[in-house]
């Protein structure tokens, strides 16, 4: 039987739904590059304070600064994107999928606030 | 009082065509009428010729599905006042070969249907004939269960049409609907299709299967939990032995 075959060239720019979707798989580039930014402050503090003080510095220049400013939408963007596929990943419970999207995010919030609050405000940072 | 769409159906004839071609309609319609209504009154008014399936008109056979502008559908229960004054476009399911116009090759689909063994597997019927299953044990599988084969999810996965070795979701969902059956003893034999390289792990979480289907499943969580089934047995043969 002769049938058509339709080509599949593009087929991610046919659909915003693909779209996003490939923005989701493409945020993992961010989010790996600032994973191991954090890791190398972390083998840095590792070797002592002056080496992790010069890590400190170079997250401050404008590279850095403007790295990590392209980095927060798509990490925020991906880390929606978690919490909102979560109720298909999680094995079977009768909890309504809004509800486990709605959970995750608003831990996720809440411990960033802790964090934010714990580093900023009372400046656990500066602790010896 | 009747309005005219434009309609554009992308049409194909496998002895005079070499690629598909799009076709316009100018149709007269009423606020009631679907899509397949539309297709209708093109076959018998304007163009005999033209080829589409269909039975049911109520949304249970699952034969009439299409991409409407680009989103697969069921054209019976996709009306045409919502897309006034068109031009609406609708072409054959995609990722599936196209036999003529808006019919579509299954057989692929149907292969793979076989080989989940859709059934129930049991071979202790208790004393009765008679299973019996709580409420919960029924939520585990039901909405599996109303799965009509329609494809519209395997028209909205990418994957599927990137490799066509891939299970696909509503293969990989009915799959589920017997292993998370409480009466079905099967599992062991299903695992084969779920643990393969086109088994689960052939899907990337896309999820627009599940926002596609007309029934309400959720293909890719059945497909997402098997993920989770699947590593379980990888792991756990190493502890049986």
């Known amino acids: ?128 | 009082m009747s309005r005219t769409i434009a309609i554009e159906v992308l049409r194909y004839g496998p002895e005079t065509d070499a690629a598909p071609r799009w076709q316009r309609y100018d149709v007269p319609f009423t606020d009631e009428m679907s899509v397949l209504e539309g297709l209708q009154y093109i076959k018998d008014h304007l163009d005999g010729s033209l080829t589409f399936r269909w039975s049911c008109r109520m949304a249970i056979c699952g034969s009439c599905g299409a991409l409407v502008n680009g989103t697969p559908k069921l054209s019976c229960e996709t009306f045409l006042r919502d897309y006034f004054p068109g031009p609406l476009r609708i072409e054959a399911l995609s990722h599936f070969p196209i036999v003529r116009d808006l019919a579509i090759d299954q057989g692929d689909f149907l292969k793979k249907l076989e080989a989940v063994k859709p059934y129930l597997i049991n071979p202790d019927v208790p004393a009765g004939n008679t299973f019996v299953q709580t409420p919960e044990e029924m939520d585990r599988y039901y909405q599996y269960s109303q799965c009509i084969n329609c494809l519209l999810c395997y028209a909205a996965c990418p994957q599927y049409g990137l490799n066509e070795k891939f299970t696909g979701p509503a293969a990989l969902a009915l799959l589920h609907r017997y292993n998370a059956d409480s009466r079905d003893a099967g599992k062991a034999q299903r695992m084969e299709v779920v643990n393969a390289e086109d088994g689960v792990w052939g899907c990337t979480l896309v999820g627009y299967c599940s926002e596609v289907c007309p029934k309400g499943v959720d293909p890719a969580r059945a497909v997402n939990q098997n993920k989770i089934e699947s590593t379980k047995d990888y792991f756990l043969r190493f502890l049986k032995k």
């Open chain 1, 1 to 128: 039987m002769k049938t058509y075959r339709r080509p599949m060239a593009g087929w991610w720019k046919r659909n915003p739904y693909y779209l996003w979707y490939m923005l989701r798989e493409a945020s993992c580039v961010f989010i790996t590059v600032y994973a191991l930014i954090l890791l190398w402050g972390l083998m840095r503090l590792t070797q002592g304070e002056w080496r992790f003080e010069d890590w400190l510095e170079s997250l401050a220049t404008p590279k850095s600064i403007a790295f990590h400013a392209a980095a927060l939408p798509f990490v925020l963007y991906h880390a929606w994107t978690w919490f909102k596929v979560m109720p298909k990943t999680l094995p079977y419970s009768r909890t309504p999928a809004g509800v486990i999207v709605a959970s995750g995010i608003t831990a996720s919030v809440l411990c960033s606030a802790a964090l934010f609050v714990a580093v900023w405000w009372f400046g656990l940072w500066s602790l010896p």
